[in-house]
């Protein structure tokens, strides 16, 4: 891993370019799947970057040992500053986390499967590097613009993802886990 992240500027259309190359002569689920692997590939230089800049916010702390409402602010402040969007972690269930990722560049994307899938792999990859194992992350429809990713073990997150598909809602898919 690279002491210092580097990072450019690019056009926030490059998602949409991403999406529409990627979908050419493609199922949409193998589009959805390369896309992720693209975020989950970014998650190294991501988490480089994250550490860095919470580290240099948290006066040189190991940035995973702060406590969660203070990384989270301030991982938010790290994504805003580099365009993204504002991250909002939510515990929303003892076995589910969410991450509201409001206002996010993905989310306007165009072209090719609906979804911020390259933002699923990156928090895929740096959510398993937090929690120090796999993490699975899964992002749920919410409407308004806003994206919110849910994390946890695959087993809870399977559960979600079945009572999700015969038609609850998320409420009554997190109730129904207990």
Do not use: C, K
């Not at 702390?61 to 602010?73: G, K, N, S, T």
Request: net charge negative; hydrophobic share 40%.
């Amino acid at each position: 891993m690279n002491a210092t992240a580097r990072f450019v500027h690019v056009p926030a259309e490059l998602f949409s370019s991403v999406r529409r190359a990627l979908v050419r002569d493609r199922e949409p689920l193998e589009a959805v799947t390369l896309l992720r692997e693209v975020g989950f590939e970014l998650g190294g230089a991501v988490d480089s970057g994250l550490r860095e800049h919470v580290s240099h916010a948290g006066g040189g702390a190991d940035p995973y040992a702060l406590d969660p409402e203070r990384f989270w602010q301030t991982a938010s402040a790290y994504f805003e500053r580099l365009g993204w969007g504002r991250v909002e972690h939510r515990r929303i269930h003892p076995g589910v986390g969410a991450l509201d990722l409001v206002e996010w560049i993905e989310s306007g994307a165009d072209g090719g499967p609906q979804g911020s899938h390259i933002s699923t792999g990156i928090f895929t990859d740096l959510l398993g590097r937090i929690a120090g194992g796999a993490v699975v992350v899964m992002e749920v429809p919410m409407g308004g613009g806003l994206t919110r990713l849910l994390f946890g073990a695959g087993e809870t997150l399977g559960a979600v993802y079945q009572s999700l598909s015969t038609g609850a809602s998320l409420d009554d898919a997190l109730a129904r886990l207990g």
